[in-house]
Nanobody
């Protein structure tokens, strides 16, 4: 049973940093990927950042490019999201996801593993 666990969320003022972590899973094939998604109240879930775990190729949503960085530590089976220059519009529940079999443009698609989420709140 795969269990992804996110941590590192919290409350921060605009302009500040946070680093999210996701533990519990490590892929063993080149074609797999992991990603961060987020969902704000009343809004649809959206992609934030993805990484192909075999090649370290990354992709980012336009809204976070230049501010966020996704990375992985295979030895620790941990996925990270470094978030800098946070804005109030980044406020959301952030979820970690890992592909079971399919990725598209660096993001898991179809059936994949999810974590329980960690809340990020950015105040103006």
């Amino acid at each position: 049973q795969v269990q992804l666990v996110e941590s590192g969320g919290g409350s921060v003022q605009a302009g500040g940093p946070l680093r999210l972590s996701c533990t519990g899973f490590r892929h063993t094939t080149q074609s797999d990927c992991m990603a961060w998604f987020r969902q704000a109240p009343g809004k649809e879930r959206e992609t934030v950042a993805g990484i192909y775990t075999g090649s370290d190729t990354t992709t980012y949503a336009d809204s976070v490019k230049g501010r966020f960085a996704i990375s992985q530590d295979n030895a620790k089976k941990t996925l990270y999201l470094q978030m800098n220059s946070l804005k109030p519009e980044d406020t959301a529940m952030y979820y970690c996801a890992a592909s079971k079999s399919n990725c598209r443009n660096g993001y898991p698609v179809g059936d994949y593993y999810w974590g329980q989420g960690t809340q990020v709140t950015v105040s103006a």
